[in-house]
């Protein structure tokens, strides 16, 4: 049921340096990319640096407090007007409370619904507990009536870190227990990202960036989208086409499987069709 639904997909991290708005750049690039219809915001108005990396390039973020009743009000109706495939909303680190509070008063579950949408609540995580014990309050609040998705960036694991605190927790176990999916975030070299800091480009303009550093962004992105894959039906991108393949694989062999007596014959057709 929730792969039919267009998603309204909430961007969450700790304070500071865990990757968040790194996260939502490479999301929303992988969507323009897929030609989803998408709307992206940047609700950090304190720090809108999803915002500021997009301000040059074709595909505008826009900022809006959505902790602010007026400025939520304006989200909804542009959902609404707009009916985009995809929301995508770069939240304030560490703002679950207040974001809960938003959500309840503007009944945003039920909203979604009637909308014909789905929220998910994507979090980056780190490796403290701060950004699980966030997760954790977010999943008692919404239950099933949200999707999960948990961000790993690799910038964490780096010099002996690593995810054994989330891995080995009740609030992972709830996680999967709620059908959460799991995701990798490669790493962006550091140099690479500052040099798209400083001159607050986006990845669609990769294009503008030294040669060396084009090379960099490019292995990022490609080694991001697998990973972006697997929580496709949750973050609104299309179902990969290798996906489509081992679905129709099945079908076409049973197909060739009936027939007549000459098995050395039939034999190369069934595996051809394998390959296709």
């Known amino acids: 049921m929730t792969s039919n639904l267009n998603r309204i997909v909430f961007i969450l991290g700790g304070k500071g340096g865990t990757g968040k708005t790194l996260h939502c750049r490479q999301l929303y690039h992988a969507l323009i990319q897929a030609s989803v219809n998408c709307l992206a915001y940047d609700a950090d108005v304190e720090n809108p640096e999803f915002e ?6 074709q595909y505008k973020v826009k900022r809006l407090n959505f902790l602010k009743s007026a400025e939520a009000k304006t989200l909804f109706s542009d959902i609404d007007q ?27 579950f039920d909203l979604a619904k009637d909308l ?5 609540f994507d979090t980056v995580l780190n490796n403290c507990y701060n950004t699980i014990n ?6 008692e609040f919404c239950g099933i009536q949200a999707d999960y998705v948990a961000v790993k960036s690799l910038m964490w694991t780096q010099e002996g870190l690593n995810f054994s605190r989330w891995e080995k927790s009740e609030e992972r176990k709830r996680f999967l227990e709620l059908n959460g999916i799991e995701i990798d975030m490669p790493i962006l070299d550091l140099s690479t990202f500052d040099v798209m ?7 669609f303009e990769k294009d503008q960036l030294p ?4 090379i960099l962004v490019n292995s990022f992105l490609n080694l991001s989208l697998p990973e972006l894959q697997k929580a496709a039906q949750y973050l609104g991108l299309p179902a990969s086409p290798t996906d489509t393949t081992a679905a129709k694989t099945p079908k076409s062999t049973s197909k060739k499987k009936t027939p007549e007596p000459k098995v050395e014959e039939s034999a190369p ?6 390959t296709k």
């Open 52 to 57: 500021d990396y997009h301000t040059e390039c």
């Open 82 to 108: 707009h009916k985009p495939a995809v929301v995508l909303i770069d939240m304030p680190g560490a703002s679950g409370k207040a974001t809960r509070e938003q959500l309840q008063k503007f009944g945003a």
């Open 116 to 120: 014909g949408y789905r929220i998910t």
């Open 134 to 139: 966030s997760l954790r309050i977010m999943m």
């Open 197 to 203: 800091h400083e001159e607050a480009l986006s990845f």
């Open 211 to 214: 040669f060396g550093d084009r």
């Open 269 to 274: 057709e069934v595996a051809a069709s394998g």
